[in-house]
C-alpha cells in the first residue's frame, strides 16, 4: 500500500470501518511511514476535540418533556387498532380475509381434523373390538388396518411401545430403512402409527399458529395475552403428562385419547388468538 | 531481545485493537443499556418500559437535534415529537437491536420537516435565511467547561454551515459513531454518497478550525 492509498483509507481505518484485510495493509503501512503517522495523528486530534465538543454540548431532556410525551401517549389508541366494529361480511367470512398465515393455519387444522378423525374412530373401534373380545377371543389380529390404509405399509410400523418417544417429522426416512417388507400391522401398531401422525399434523398447526399470534402480538391487550400464555402452559402441562403415561402405558388407549384431546385444545386456543 | 522500536509498535498495534475491540464494546454497551423484552414490552403499550426506552436515548436523541438546529427550546420540542412517533410505531420497528438507529431516523425526518416548515414560513415573510445559521446561538456552555467558548462557538459555526446532508452524517458519525451501514439506513442515502459527505464535511470542518488543530 502507497501513502496515498494509506491517506484516502485511514478515516474509515480509524472509524472501524475497513475490512480487516485492508486494515492490516493500513497498519503495516503505517509501522514504516512517519508522514501517514502524521496525518493518522492529525485525525486522532480532530475526533477527540469533536468528541470533547459533543460531550461538553450534548443536552439532557428537561424535566417536563417525559410528562409531555406521557400525556401525548396515554391518550394514543393504537393499541386496539383491530378492534373496531366488523361488518357482516368480514364477520362471516373475517377468516378468508385475515392473513395468509393465518389462512394456512386455518387450512392445517381442516386437515388434521380428517387425519385425527381417523385416529378417534380407529380408538374406538379398538376399544370396542378390546371389549368384545374380553368376551368371545378371537384367535387371530385383525389386519383391517393395513387393508384399509395401505399407505400406512409404505411408511413406518411404529413399534408399540415407542408410541410417544417417536418424535414427529423425523422417522420416516430411518424408519423406512429399517422396515421389514410387508408385515401387516396390528391394531396397537396401527393406531400407534395413527397416533404420531396425528400429533404431528397438530405440531405443524401449532407451529403455524405461533407465528400467526406472534404477528398479531401487539394488537393483543397485554392482560390477555398473559391469560393465554398461562392457559398454554396448561394445556403444555397435560401434554406432557399424557406423553409421559403414553411412554409408561403405550397401549394405554385413554392416554392417547388425552394427548390427542390437549392438542385439540391447544389448536383451538390459539385459534381463537390468532383469527379473532 | 526486542528493540525499543519494536517494543513501541507492539504497544500501539495493541493500542489499535484495542481500539477496535472498546468500539465493538461500545457497540455492545449501547444494546444492552436496554433490558432483554423491554422493547417488546414498550410495543406492547408499557408505559414504563417506553419511559426507560426515553431516559436511555433521550439524551442522544434530544443532542443530534440540537446540534442540527441549534435552537434549544425547539429541539426539546421536536424531540417530544421524536418519541411520540417512535411509541405510534413502535410495532414497526423490526429489529429492536437497532432500536437506537431507528430513533434517530425518526428524529432525522421530524427535523427535516421542521426545517422545511420554517422555510416555508420564511418565505412568506420575505426572508431566505437557513435556519441553521439564524439559530446559531442556541447554546449554553456548562459550567467549568473545558473547551474554549471561542473554540466552541467556532466548532457551532462550522457544523451550521455545513449543508444538511453533511452536518447529519458527521454528527451521526462523529458525534454518535454510527457505522456507514446504520446512517443509510437512517438517512436513505447510499454509502458512497455517505463517505464523501463524511470526508467533505471533515475538509470543510478543519479548514475552519485550522488554528485551533495545528500541534
Known amino acids: 500500500m502507497n501513502c496515498e492509498r494509506c491517506q484516502i483509507e485511514l478515516e474509515d481505518f480509524l472509524y472501524g470501518e475497513l475490512p480487516e484485510r485492508l486494515a492490516a495493509e493500513v497498519r503495516q503501512h503505517l509501522v514504516g511511514c512517519t508522514e501517514c503517522v502524521a496525518e493518522r495523528d492529525r485525525l486522532e486530534r480532530e475526533n477527540a476535540l469533536f468528541m470533547t465538543f459533543y460531550e461538553q454540548t450534548a443536552i439532557d431532556p428537561a424535566a417536563e418533556s417525559w410528562e409531555a410525551i406521557r400525556t401525548q401517549i396515554a391518550a394514543e389508541p393504537v393499541r386496539q387498532v383491530h378492534e373496531q366494529k366488523l361488518g357482516w361480511r368480514q364477520t362471516m367470512f373475517g377468516w378468508l380475509l385475515a392473513p395468509t398465515l393465518a389462512q394456512q393455519a386455518a387450512l392445517a387444522i381442516l386437515l388434521i381434523a380428517v387425519s385425527v378423525g381417523t385416529t378417534i374412530w380407529l380408538m374406538r373401534r379398538g376399544n370396542d373390538e378390546k371389549q368384545l373380545a374380553e368376551v368371545k377371543p378371537s384367535p387371530t389380529a385383525s389386519p383391517h388396518g393395513a387393508e384399509s390404509n395401505p399407505k400406512s405399509t409404505e411408511t413406518i410400523p411404529v413399534p408399540t411401545k415407542d408410541l410417544a418417544s417417536v418424535e414427529p417429522g423425523k422417522p420416516t426416512s430411518q424408519a423406512r430403512r429399517e422396515l421389514p417388507p410387508a408385515r401387516p400391522l396390528s391394531d396397537n401398531e396401527l393406531l400407534a402409527q395413527q397416533l404420531v401422525r396425528a400429533e404431528r399434523e397438530y405440531q405443524s398447526a401449532v407451529k403455524l399458529l405461533d407465528r400467526a399470534v406472534a404477528k398479531r402480538r401487539n394488537e393483543i391487550e397485554p392482560e390477555a395475552f398473559k391469560k393465554y400464555e398461562s392457559s398454554l402452559a396448561l394445556i403444555d402441562s397435560s401434554i406432557a403428562q399424557s406423553k409421559k403415561a403414553l411412554r409408561e402405558f403405550p397401549n394405554d388407549v385413554a392416554a392417547g385419547q388425552f394427548l390427542l384431546a390437549a392438542y385439540a385444545r391447544k389448536v383451538e386456543l390459539m385459534q381463537e388468538v390468532a383469527m379473532q | ?215
Request: glycine share 6%; charged share 35%; net charge neutral.
Open chain 2, 1 to 215: 531481545m526486542k528493540s525499543l522500536a519494536s517494543k513501541l509498535r507492539d504497544s500501539w498495534l495493541e493500542n489499535l485493537n484495542n481500539e477496535s475491540e472498546r468500539r465493538e464494546q461500545r457497540e455492545k454497551m449501547a444494546f444492552s443499556e436496554i433490558a432483554p423484552g423491554v422493547v417488546e414490552r414498550a410495543k406492547c403499550g408499557d408505559e414504563e418500559a417506553f419511559h426507560l426506552i426515553f431516559n436511555r436515548y433521550g439524551r442522544p436523541v434530544l443532542s443530534f437535534i440540537n446540534h442540527h438546529l441549534q435552537n434549544r427550546g425547539l429541539a426539546e420540542e421536536l424531540a417530544q415529537e421524536t418519541f411520540v412517533r417512535a411509541y405510534r410505531n413502535l410495532s414497526g420497528l423490526k429489529d429492536d437491536l437497532r432500536l437506537s438507529t431507528w430513533l434517530f431516523g425518526i428524529a432525522r425526518n421530524v427535523v427535516r420537516e421542521s426545517v422545511r416548515q420554517s422555510r416555508k414560513d420564511e418565505r412568506k415573510v420575505g426572508l431566505d435565511e437557513p435556519e441553521s445559521l439564524k439559530l446559531e446561538s442556541g447554546f449554553v456552555l456548562p459550567e467549568g467547561s473545558m473547551l474554549d467558548r471561542e473554540l466552541t462557538e467556532t466548532i457551532h459555526k462550522a457544523l451550521a454551515e455545513l449543508d444538511d446532508d453533511k452536518r447529519i452524517v458527521f454528527s451521526l458519525k462523529i458525534f454518535h459513531e454510527k457505522s456507514y451501514e446504520e446512517i443509510s439506513s437512517i438517512t436513505g442515502h447510499s454509502i458512497g454518497k455517505l463517505k464523501t459527505d463524511l470526508h467533505r464535511a471533515r475538509a470543510e470542518m478543519r479548514k475552519r478550525l485550522e488554528p485551533y488543530l495545528a500541534v
